[in-house]
């Protein structure tokens, strides 16, 4: 790639899910390429439109479905969707743009199709080049080479990093140079493939390098390129509005990205023991930022080998957790290497598994959905996601498995609805923990081994600290009772003031029934 010259009058970084000025690969680049930088944002018109809203997110003056209803065009206008994520993004990138401004820039935010938008904005700025970190999604993927060709018709070049994960792509390859398939040797192979370099902080030095609002508008549309006064686009002018965000205590940003990592630092020590238990604060949250990329992956990666080699007490949690990082990398290597798990099942044989479906599918999908099926751990874990667009991962194990496996639903209808509901929606995790699930996928659950949600309960939430949490109407029963409430004893229903099939429901399956059919349905399709 050709170095541009020294006196290009500056560059355009073009932010997606890294929302941040710290380690940033990109951005890195543009500042050691170009005296100056502009930074810019598009609210995708091609991810936002479709979202459907999430129904507990907070409070709405009207939900688009009462718009609609009502008939009237204004009303249909003017009704809002609340998604956690789009407050998230709205949040952290108001906390950026304050922040450029401090340092006399500010951040381009505009709402429409990248394609369109970014060559535009391009022009406008007069930028060389646009900068940009790699995206592995099928759909991110065709997007940036749109951008680029659009851009390329201009006499532009899009130049792209790697930021998201640690190694990506064919970085990482067995010793015949192919993909891996399985989770060990591929984190065996990163791990003796991992240099210190790999996780050195990419230096972002901004002090009088920002491209001033309002400096570049000598491009070929000639108007001012300033961000607007306030930078962004008001949350409402998007079709969105505020959501629970606050209330859950989820700091969006760079500086809540700080604070949550700073809070797990104190507990990776305790990671192994406390990950596995929904009620106990194990795990770090960081999930969302590790997705909106106002955390870097190498700074969450520096904070698990530093505490490996630096703290003995602590080594083996951290070492824990640096695995968990890893199932992410390879995620992202198994969606670069078969897009087709987008749609189809890792191993084909699985796609012709006869589902469950027609009006009994979408009766036992509801169900589930709504926490209605009568299994309290499973419920329990539906209102956590529904109420706080978090699910702890044993509980997403759990249930993912009991819809397919205690269902017999297709998992990918549960991936779509958790990719509506999850702050921390990521194509590739979310694909590769279906598929685990479903034991569709590569390197997952054994298709003959089937989660039994109750003993999961006793063993995971053993005094059904999280079940009272979030089903209250259980919470008079005994520690013994409450996995299963249609085993308790008159008595004991009685005294938890428990009417079954009134204030919670029946068993919509029975497991031990539903285990032998989804045997059945497993083995069917490996014979054809
Ligand atoms: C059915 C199912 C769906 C899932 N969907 C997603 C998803 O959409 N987005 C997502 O980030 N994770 C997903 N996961 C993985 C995991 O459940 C979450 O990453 C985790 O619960 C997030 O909480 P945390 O940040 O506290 O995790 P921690 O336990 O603290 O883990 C640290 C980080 O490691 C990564 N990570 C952990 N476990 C996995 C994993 N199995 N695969 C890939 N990365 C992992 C995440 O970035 C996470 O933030 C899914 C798992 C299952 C079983």
Redesign the pocket.
């Known amino acids: 790639m050709d170095i541009p010259p020294r006196d290009a009058p500056a560059a355009l970084v073009w932010l997606r899910r890294d929302l941040r000025l710290a380690d940033h690969a990109a951005l890195s680049a543009a500042l050691d390429d170009f005296p100056k930088v502009h930074l810019a944002f598009v609210f995708d018109r091609d991810i936002l439109d479709p979202l459907p809203g999430q129904e507990e997110a907070g409070p709405l003056a009207e939900t688009p479905a009462a718009a609609q209803a009502s008939g009237d065009p204004g009303r249909v206008a003017g009704a809002m969707r609340r998604d956690r994520r789009v407050e998230f993004i709205w949040r952290s990138l108001a906390e950026l743009d304050a922040r450029l401004r401090e340092l006399g820039g500010g951040l381009h935010v505009l709402h429409g199709r990248p394609a369109e938008a970014i060559p535009a904005l391009a022009a406008r700025l007069g930028v060389a080049a646009v900068y940009a970190n790699h995206d592995y999604e099928p759909a991110a993927v065709a997007r940036d080479e749109a951008v680029r060709a659009a851009l390329a018709r201009d006499g532009r070049e899009l130049r792209t990093f790697k930021d998201q994960a640690v190694f990506e792509r064919g970085e990482v390859l067995t010793g015949q140079g192919k993909p891996f398939s399985v989770f060990t040797p591929y984190r065996n192979a990163w791990m003796k493939r991992l240099v210190d370099a790999d996780l050195a902080e990419r230096p972002v030095r901004l002090g009088g390098r920002l491209a001033p609002p309002g400096s570049a508008g000598t491009g070929e549309g000639g108007r001012t390129a300033s961000p607007p006064a306030l930078g962004l686009l008001p949350l409402e002018s998007l079709g969105f509005s505020v959501t629970n965000l606050s209330e859950l205590g989820i700091e969006p940003g760079e500086s809540g990205a700080r604070r949550a990592l700073a809070d ?1 630092a104190d507990r990776i020590g305790r ?1 192994r023991d406390t ?1 596995d238990y929904p009620a106990v604060r194990g ?5 969302v930022h ?2 909106f990329g106002t955390l870097s992956i190498r700074a ?1 990666a520096r904070l698990a080998l530093q505490t490996m080699r630096g703290d003995p007490a602590a080594a083996e949690g951290a070492s824990t ?1 640096l695995n ?2 890893i ?2 990398d390879f ?1 992202f290597h198994i969606l670069h290497h078969h897009p087709q798990v987008v749609d189809h099942a890792f191993r084909p044989e699985y796609d012709a598994i006869r589902w469950v479906d027609g009006a009994e599918g979408d009766a036992l999908f509801e169900a589930w959905r709504e926490g209605r099926t009568g299994y309290p751990i499973v419920d329990a874990a539906i209102m956590q996601i529904r109420r706080s667009g ?4 044993r509980l ?2 759990i249930v ?1 498995s009991f819809l397919v496996k205690d269902l017999g639903i297709d998992w990918r209808r549960g991936e779509r609805w ?1 990719a509506e509901q ?1 702050n ?3 194509l590739a ?2 694909n ?3 598929q ?2 479903a034991s569709t996928g590569c390197d997952a659950q054994p298709w003959f081994r089937i989660f039994n949600p109750v003993t999961q309960s006793q063993k995971f939430d053993p005094q059904g600290k999280f079940i009272r949490r979030y089903l209250p109407q259980l919470a008079g029963l005994s520690e013994e009772a409450i996995h299963a409430p249609w085993m308790a004893s008159p008595a004991e229903l009685e005294r938890a003031g428990l009417r079954l099939g009134v204030d919670y429901p029946m068993p919509i399956v029975d497991h031990a029934v539903a285990r032998e059919t989804t045997l059945k349905r497993f083995a069917a399709a490996r014979s054809t």
């Open positions: 797990f990671y990950r795990p770090s949250y960081l999930s590790l997705r969450a957790w968990e990082l199932w992410r995620y978090y699910m702890h991962n997403r194990m993912a958790f999850l921390d929606y990521d995790a979310n590769g923990g279906w685990w699930a």
